[in-house]
């Protein structure tokens, strides 16, 4: 045998790069490997159908006549003005003594004054307030043409100006209303992610756990573990008038201890070969009881104010600082399993694990890691939960687990390990969040809900198993 | 033999078989016909069609077209089930028996026998043990089935599919995981089911088995069957040939490298009752061929070598020099690797792909700051697919769909790539096709050719003979004893080892 025939020693093709028939294979496979790509992407993200087809009908059943107020009001109206009368016009506006008529007027005025057209005044009152300024009007020379005010208004200020005969020529002119779904309004969006941030957090360790064909259990009981302790260390180092260090300390040191929780299950796991549902089951146990412990069984309230930033303040795009912290984590954990070693080796030990030590992973450190990532997500949820609640409570978190599993499993993460996706998690997270929400806004009994919910979940799996069978 | 067949009507017919699959046509007309009494074996490579066929008389599969005929009358074979009242069983390589029941429960499972409408222990147990005395082989079927050995769980099979009436017996590899000993039984057992009219097909790729029990051989190819002919009228060649549809000049192409130093020794190895104080080394440019009897400790030494499990005494050295190795990490380091006999339990992680199998244990290569460079993964997977011809529809294919040649390459390709040059393979060519085999065997030669050491384990004596340059034997966890001349070696030598009779000067001491 001569050595042309014999596999080349393995450095040398790293070193010249592409071999030269790279190329030529890559024409060949090009079109099935986007076909594959495509067939992947839908067999990975299938729930993105099911959870756009949610927010369709939900947006359906919530279309309703929407009254503008405010300054959007005052969009409507100017608009309105400008395109019905001509350069002429007298306008009077007019509203109710408060914030939103208040905003409405002044940026009335803006817009009128800026489009060259003439406000004869301003009124933001009582209804005696708005009489005494139509007959002002009604005994200048050149009474107004134009009344503008709300929709809300219309009915008063018609019914005075029926009194008031010289104003018998002028119109009045209120926004246009128009038809819109409650459920897709900015606010309401927000709603929906800020009822999910928790779970979706938590999700993301449940996900790598659940990949490695585990399971944990512990997580609803470590956010109440993690608000309890957070809220402890608070009130001990100032209550409300706590700093800002220390609040990132308490959370920081309630994180901490939550990811050690975890470690602790892992152990069990790696080291003794315990099944990861009595493992984390004991933890479970362990972390609810130790939370009640600390608090007493009470809720903590000595938080300072700046403690909520987190929860329910927004610094970007008003977005929820815990939502934008959310989808930034979901960014990290993606690439961490889709580009990162650590990532092939979780899904290789999930897939098989005797082949996955006999390639030379450490499978001991992988599941160490999946449970740490996991109890310390838990601990992060839990402070996100009393930052948005503004208190610890040993009763947080209460069933979180099984919403995080439903999240992963909706998403597509197979229970028996190896197969799954993190953004798939955050879709099947959002699906739970979409059907709370949804069903909250069309007025559904809250029993209800978990029972619909529930059949959602199976229905929405079920699904999933066929479309995968064909 | 032959003649007498002929005279009798078939028991069954299959004819012009059609199946296709998304993607392949796995049956194209393929035809089997058996008779009373017979053990037709049914031959081909992997991807030949067997299974397929074998799964359509088992209504495991429901084919596009053709015909099946028992005793002459045209019957349709829709579920498992509906084969199992048509007397024909089914005996898989993995066996479906529950590991918690006992033989006698897992025996009745679906057709208990009751009395007033409760479960009956007693008629069970006597039926149990009326099937056990006429298979010859003394089983408690109170034994639960986990308990049992391989061929004992093969037993509660064969026990099954005659508890049902099966008159058709279709044995898929029965002799894969069975000691000499035990494949002795097998055969008595075979020999008497054919002297009580049932007809067998018996699917194999081991050749001697083959010629020693059958009747008649059918050879299948791409999905067609080439042809059926008496056992008698076949040589171990022309069978081959008939498989692979070519002439294959030399079915071991043993190509003899130079050999160097010592590159691996053990010394005193020890883990229980499995490895007794075993030493031995391997040389630069060899091929070991370690055998023994299933269970004689073969798999264990290496797994013991390659850190899989722990040892409880003894040293390690490569170049002469002792070394300390832990976990399989350790060895993978000092460039020991382990392809190994069941690939898809512990060789590859079948959800992945092909790729990502390949970049397993050579990602701290291959990876920045923990953030894995898939360009240059593929790109040194690409030269591998090319090097080994690993035939795949892409390196993202899902190393579940590969063949098994295809996956012992992948395998091989991981290894090579991590700096491997002590390669340890168990039982390499196990459920891989001829032609496949053959490449495995070209792919050993280049790899001594390279300076690599190779320990072959295998209970092919045929193989061991034919492409070690020295053979090591095993026989209830020690060396039994060492050939150092391997061409001029015999089966009949290896196998006195092999059962510990002493005739050649031990290795070890």
């Known amino acids: 045998m001569t050595k042309e025939n014999a596999p080349a020693p393995p450095d040398a093709g790293r070193r010249e790069g592409k071999a030269p028939q790279e190329g030529l294979r890559r024409e060949k496979t090009d079109p099935s490997s986007v076909r594959l790509f495509a067939s992947r992407f839908f067999s990975d993200y299938g729930m993105l159908a099911v959870l756009l087809l949610l927010i369709v009908f939900f947006s359906l059943v919530t279309i309703e006549k929407r009254r503008p107020v405010g300054a959007e009001a005052a969009e409507s109206v100017a608009g309105r003005i400008a395109r019905g009368f001509g350069q002429g016009v007298r306008v009077l506006i007019v509203g109710r003594a408060s914030a939103q008529d208040m905003a409405f007027a002044t940026q009335l005025e803006d817009l009128l004054k800026a489009k060259g057209i003439e406000v004869v005044g301003r009124v933001v009152g009582e209804p005696r307030d708005i009489r005494l300024a139509f007959e002002r009007q009604a005994q200048a020379g050149a009474p107004v043409t134009v009344i503008a005010t709300t929709e809300r208004n219309a009915w008063m200020v018609n019914n005075i100006k029926s009194r008031i005969g010289a104003l018998a020529q002028t119109s009045v002119v209120i926004p246009e209303s128009y038809r819109w779904p409650v459920f897709l309004r900015s606010d309401n969006l927000i709603n929906v992610a800020n009822q999910i941030v928790v779970i979706a957090i938590i999700a993301i360790g449940m996900t790598m756990v659940i990949i490695t064909g585990g399971i944990d259990l512990s997580v609803g009981s470590l956010i109440a573990l993690s608000a309890v302790i957070t809220g402890t260390l608070i009130a001990r180092m100032g209550g409300t008038e706590a700093s800002t260090l220390a609040m990132l300390a308490a959370a920081l040191a309630a994180i901490l201890i939550c990811g050690v929780v975890g470690l602790f299950s892992g152990a069990m796991v790696a080291g003794f070969r315990m099944p990861p549902f009595i493992a984390t089951l004991g933890m479970m146990l362990v972390a609810s009881g130790v939370a009640y412990l600390i608090s007493g069984g009470e809720s903590i309230y000595q938080i300072p104010e700046g403690f909520v930033w987190l929860g329910r303040g927004t610094a970007f795009l008003s977005i929820p600082n815990a939502v934008v912290l959310m989808i930034l984590l979901y960014t990290i954990a993606h690439v961490l399993m889709s580009r990162m070693k650590l990532g092939r080796y979780i899904y290789a030990v999930g897939g098989n694990v005797e082949a996955a030590r006999l390639s030379g992973v450490n499978v001991v450190a992988i599941l160490l890691f999946v449970f740490g990532i996991s109890g310390m997500m838990a601990g992060l949820g839990g402070v996100v939960l009393a930052s948005q609640l503004k208190s610890g409570a040993p009763t947080y978190g209460l069933l979180y687990e099984l919403y995080a599993i439903a999240a992963a499993v909706l998403g597509g993460t197979s229970l028996s390990g190896g197969q799954g996706k993190v953004i798939g998690t955050l879709i099947g997270a959002l699906i739970i969040g979409v059907i709370q929400n949804g069903m909250n806004l069309t007025g559904v009994q809250s029993y209800t809900q978990k029972v619909v919910l529930g059949l959602v979940i199976l229905g929405a799996v079920l699904l999933d198993m066929l479309r995968r069978k064909e | ?509």
């Not at chain 2, 280049?446 to 003979?465: C, D, G, N």
Request: charged share 30%.
């Open chain 2, 1 to 509: 033999m032959a003649l007498i067949f002929e005279q009798a009507a078939p028991v069954a017919v299959m004819e012009g078989i059609e199946k296709t699959f998304p993607g392949v046509r796995a049956l194209k007309g393929a035809r089997l016909s058996l008779y009373p009494g017979e053990v037709h074996a049914l031959m081909g490579e992997n991807g030949a069609g067997k299974s397929t066929l074998i799964k359509t008389l088992a209504g495991a599969i429901t084919p596009d077209a053709g015909i099946i005929r028992l005793e002459g009358r045209e019957v349709t074979i829709e579920s498992p089930k509906e084969a199992q009242q048509l007397g024909i069983a089914v005996i898989y390589q993995e066996f479906n028996l529950v590991p918690y029941l006992t033989a006698r429960e897992n025996i009745f499972l679906g057709q208990e026998r009751t009395k007033l409408g409760f479960l009956s222990r007693q008629k069970e147990r006597r039926e149990a043990r009326a099937l056990f005395e006429r298979l010859g082989v003394p089983l408690d079927p109170e034994t639960q089935c986990r308990n049992l050995t391989i061929a004992g769980q093969q037993t509660v099979e064969i026990a099954k599919a005659l508890s049902t009436g099966a008159r058709i017996l279709v044995m898929d590899e029965p002799t894969a995981s069975l000691s000499a000993q035990e494949v002795e039984k097998l055969f008595d057992v075979i020999a008497d089911l054919k002297a009580h009219g049932i007809s067998m097909v018996y699917v194999s790729h081991r050749m001697e088995e083959i010629f020693r029990i059958a009747d008649r051989i059918t050879v299948m190819r791409d999905g067609e069957t080439v042809g059926t002919r008496p056992a008698s009228e076949f040589t171990r060649e022309s069978l081959i040939e008939m498989m692979v549809g070519r002439k294959l000049e030399n079915e071991f192409p043993k190509e003899r490298a130079e050999i160097g130093e010592k590159r691996l020794e053990v010394i005193r190895l020890r883990r229980g009752d499995q490895i007794k104080d075993v030493s031995m080394f391997v040389r630069r440019g060899e091929i070991l061929g370690l055998t023994g009897l299933v269970g004689s400790g073969r798999t264990e030494l290496a797994r013991l070598i390659f850190g899989a499990d722990a040892r409880e005494a003894g040293e390690i050295r490569i170049e002469g020099k002792p070394v300390s190795i832990r976990s399989p990490r350790d060895a993978i380091r000092k460039g020991i690797c382990l392809l190994s006999e069941d690939r898809k339990a512990e060789g590859l992680v079948l959800g992945l792909s092909a790729r990502e199998n390949f970049g397993l244990p050579n990602l701290d290569r291959f990876s920045e700051f923990g953030l894995v460079r898939q360009k240059t993964e593929s790109s040194a997977f690409a030269r591998y697919i090319k090097e080994l011809s690993i035939k795949l529809a892409g390196p993202e294919q899902r190393a579940r769909t590969l063949s098994g040649g295809n996956q012992q390459k992948v395998v091989l390709a991981k290894w090579l790539e991590a700096n491997s040059d002590v390669i340890i393979f168990d039982e390499p060519t196990r459920g891989i096709d001829v032609g496949a085999k053959y490449e495995i065997y070209l792919l050993m030669n280049r790899l001594v050719a390279q300076r690599k050491a190779i320990i072959m384990i295998s209970s092919e004596l045929p193989e061991v003979l034919g492409m070690s340059d020295r053979i090591v034997v095993m026989h209830e966890g020690r060396i039994s004893g060492e050939i150092t001349d391997a061409a001029n070696a015999t089966q009949k030598q290896i196998m006195a080892l092999a059962v510990g009779v002493k005739s050649v000067p031990a290795a070890h001491g």
